[in-house]
């Protein structure tokens, strides 16, 4: 793997993943260097469909078809492809051969990018759990494939909870630019109607309680997620652990503000400053140190506590899901 493709791929890191790229900074170089592979790769089969001005449908599917097929060494069409797309891939297929990647999940994460084009509304979490699939479960699969987990049997479930909570968060998170930008809505329909909240209300930002009442719905469902996911860190390999273990805490980090804006992240900034994602790399590197133990370490420094405290207020919430219970 040249150096070029991993500058090219670590730039668009660092450009947009912010939060994830604190965390991957501190993998292992046989780890981190494939990671900023793989965060390229995603970005770049994301941005296809994350414009705010998109291209013709059957462009975008072309376009994602070239992706597929240059990330899976098969004939691709690159002349739709930009000059650090082009090198992206063959950075990403060169870490596929070398890693033995699952073919299988390169198509179930295209697909889910290719569901973005034309679907932009869930019933139900279960319907949105299913685009998470691709979209997350994916992700985190081909990551733990480039970790080399021994324990893949035991450490599978709570990865799929991991990654899902990190893209609940920013579905959170974003809830109006998704809408406002993108036509898109995130946050089930079931969520909506239970605390009577319009679509119309999340473009106009018109933060009201019921809209309160959603958000909290949906951080208690991605906390629960996090418990089950960040359970499972000890059975990664020690030398990435506690990667992931601030991963979790950066991201979980957002629900303290989102709590602190009084939920209002339609009108609101949510984001994290330098300064904040420094002092939690520093706190949760002293309760790793003092502990020894993610999961312990994740609850001394994250904004989640080791009991759904939310679920507990208010049985209006949704149960955990059935992969989580």
């Known amino acids: 793997m040249s150096s070029e493709p991993i500058t090219t791929s670590k730039a668009i890191h660092r450009r947009t993943g912010t ?4 965390a991957t900074r501190l993998l292992p ?3 981190r260097r494939a990671t900023y592979v793989l965060y390229a790769f995603f970005r770049i089969a994301d941005e296809v469909v994350d414009q705010e001005d998109p291209p013709p449908v059957d462009q975008q599917r072309h376009k994602l078809n070239a992706i597929r097929a240059a990330a899976k060494g098969e004939s691709a069409e690159t002349s739709v492809l930009s000059a650090d797309e082009r090198e992206v891939l063959d950075a990403f297929r060169t870490l596929a051969e070398r890693n033995d990647l699952d073919s299988d999940e390169i198509d179930v994460f295209v697909d889910a990018m290719e569901q973005d084009i034309e679907k932009a509304r869930y019933e139900t979490y279960d319907e949105l759990t299913e685009y998470m699939r691709g979209s997350a479960a994916a992700v985190g699969n081909m990551m733990m494939t480039v970790m080399d987990v021994a324990e893949r049997d035991r450490a599978d479930p709570h990865a799929r909870s991991l990654a899902e ?8 998170r974003d ?3 998704d809408i406002c930008e993108y036509d898109r809505v995130y946050l089930p329909r079931e969520t909506l109607e239970r605390f009577d909240v319009t679509e119309d209300q999340l473009r106009r930002g018109e933060m009201t309680e019921d809209v309160a ?6 951080l208690a469902r991605t906390e629960s997620l996090y418990r089950h996911g960040v359970a499972g860190i000890r059975y990664l390999p020690s030398d990435a652990q506690f990667a992931v273990l601030l991963a979790a805490v950066l991201y979980a980090e957002h629900h303290r503000r989102i709590r602190a804006i009084d939920y209002d992240v339609l009108n609101e900034d949510a984001s994290l400053s330098k300064t904040r994602r420094l002092w ?3 706190k949760t590197y002293y309760h790793w140190r003092r502990t ?3 999961e312990t370490a994740f609850y001394a420094a994250s904004a989640i506590g080791d009991t759904d405290e939310d679920a507990d207020r208010s049985r209006a919430f949704r149960t955990v899901p059935e992969q989580v219970a």
């Open 19 to 22: 939060t994830f790229y604190v």
């Open 29 to 31: 170089n046989r780890t």
């Open 165 to 172: 909570a990190f893209q609940l968060t920013n579905f959170v």
């Open 175 to 177: 809830v109006r630019e």
């Open 213 to 218: 009442a959603a958000i909290r719905t949906a």
């Open 280 to 282: 939690l790399v520093a």
């Open 292 to 294: 020894g133990d993610p």
